[in-house]
C-alpha cells in the first residue's frame, strides 16, 4: 500500500500568514488522486481539495493544492482563525485508500 | 441536504462484536454507496471498506477481511458495519461517509458525525 508522509507534523503561525503543508508519497499517485481534508477536533474530516489542485464546493480560494507523482502541497495563502486545524492527505488512486498522518496547525 | 447519522457510543470487551448504523437521508440512498474509515485516539485516518448500497458489493482493506462486515438496509437508507472479535486496538472513532455505486472512489465529501467504539476489559 502507498504510505503518505506529511510535514510538518506542527506548523505554529499566526492569523493572516501563509501554511505551507507538504505530503509525500512512497510510490506515485495514479492520476495525481490525491485529496486533502481538514479536521477540528471532535469533528469529522471535511474534504478541501481533490485532485491534487480541485477546491471542493464551497472551499475559499485561499487553499490552494498542487503537485503530481510523489510530492503535493497545500498552500493556505492567509490564514483564518478559523484554518487552525489538523490537515490530511490522503490517495485514492491504488486500493487500499490511505491517508498521511496529519499536520496540526496551530496557533503561534 | 444530504445527512448521515450514526448510532451511539459503544463500549465492548474484548473478542466480542459491535454493530455501528449509519442512516442517510437527503439523497437516493440506492444510487450510491456507503464507505468505512475509522480513527483510533490521537491518530489519523484509516479506511476500513466500501459497500455497495442497492448491490451488497463490497471491498475490504485486506487488514479487515474475515473480520468485518459491511451491509445495507435500502427500506430504511442505512447502512451497517460489522466488526468482530474485538481488540484493545480497535478503539477508536468509526465514521461512515457516502462513496460511488460500483467501487468505492476513494473521495468522501458527505461523512457521518462518528461512533466512538471503545474496547476494554
Redesign the interface.
Given at each position: 500500500e502507498i504510505v503518505l508522509t506529511q510535514s510538518p507534523g506542527t506548523l505554529s503561525l499566526s492569523p493572516g500568514e501563509r501554511a505551507t503543508l507538504s505530503c509525500r508519497a512512497s510510490q506515485s499517485v495514479r492520476s495525481s488522486y490525491l485529496a486533502w481534508y481538514q479536521q477540528n477536533p471532535g469533528q469529522a474530516p471535511r474534504l478541501l481539495i481533490y485532485g491534487a489542485s480541485s477546491r471542493a464546493t464551497g472551499i475559499p480560494d485561499r487553499f490552494s493544492g498542487s503537485g503530481s507523482g510523489t510530492d503535493f502541497t497545500l498552500t493556505i495563502s492567509r490564514l483564518e482563525p478559523e484554518d487552525f486545524a489538523v490537515y490530511y492527505c490522503q490517495q485514492y488512486g491504488s486500493s487500499p485508500w490511505t491517508f498521511g498522518q496529519g499536520t496540526k496547525v496551530e496557533i503561534k | 441536504q444530504v445527512q448521515l447519522v450514526q448510532s451511539g457510543t459503544e463500549v465492548k470487551k474484548p473478542g466480542a462484536s459491535v454493530k455501528v448504523s449509519c442512516k442517510t437521508s437527503g439523497y437516493t440512498f440506492s444510487n450510491y454507496g456507503i464507505s468505512w474509515v475509522r480513527q483510533a485516539p490521537g491518530?489519523?485516518?484509516?479506511?476500513m471498506g466500501w459497500v455497495s448500497a442497492d448491490s451488497g458489493n463490497t471491498?475490504y482493506?485486506?487488514?479487515f477481511q474475515g473480520r468485518v462486515t459491511m451491509t445495507t438496509d435500502t427500506s430504511t437508507s442505512t447502512a451497517y458495519m460489522d466488526l468482530r472479535s474485538l481488540r484493545s486496538d480497535d478503539t477508536a472513532v468509526y465514521?461512515c461517509a457516502r462513496d460511488s455505486y460500483y467501487h468505492?472512489?476513494?473521495?468522501?465529501?458527505d461523512?457521518?458525525?462518528?461512533t466512538r467504539v471503545t474496547v476494554s476489559s
Amino acid at each position: 500500500e502507498i504510505v503518505l508522509t506529511q510535514s510538518p507534523g506542527t506548523l505554529s503561525l499566526s492569523p493572516g500568514e501563509r501554511a505551507t503543508l507538504s505530503c509525500r508519497a512512497s510510490q506515485s499517485v495514479r492520476s495525481s488522486y490525491l485529496a486533502w481534508y481538514q479536521q477540528n477536533p471532535g469533528q469529522a474530516p471535511r474534504l478541501l481539495i481533490y485532485g491534487a489542485s480541485s477546491r471542493a464546493t464551497g472551499i475559499p480560494d485561499r487553499f490552494s493544492g498542487s503537485g503530481s507523482g510523489t510530492d503535493f502541497t497545500l498552500t493556505i495563502s492567509r490564514l483564518e482563525p478559523e484554518d487552525f486545524a489538523v490537515y490530511y492527505c490522503q490517495q485514492y488512486g491504488s486500493s487500499p485508500w490511505t491517508f498521511g498522518q496529519g499536520t496540526k496547525v496551530e496557533i503561534k | 441536504q444530504v445527512q448521515l447519522v450514526q448510532s451511539g457510543t459503544e463500549v465492548k470487551k474484548p473478542g466480542a462484536s459491535v454493530k455501528v448504523s449509519c442512516k442517510t437521508s437527503g439523497y437516493t440512498f440506492s444510487n450510491y454507496g456507503i464507505s468505512w474509515v475509522r480513527q483510533a485516539p490521537g491518530q489519523g485516518l484509516e479506511w476500513m471498506g466500501w459497500v455497495s448500497a442497492d448491490s451488497g458489493n463490497t471491498n475490504y482493506a485486506q487488514k479487515f477481511q474475515g473480520r468485518v462486515t459491511m451491509t445495507t438496509d435500502t427500506s430504511t437508507s442505512t447502512a451497517y458495519m460489522d466488526l468482530r472479535s474485538l481488540r484493545s486496538d480497535d478503539t477508536a472513532v468509526y465514521y461512515c461517509a457516502r462513496d460511488s455505486y460500483y467501487h468505492s472512489s476513494g473521495l468522501y465529501p458527505d461523512w457521518g458525525q462518528g461512533t466512538r467504539v471503545t474496547v476494554s476489559s
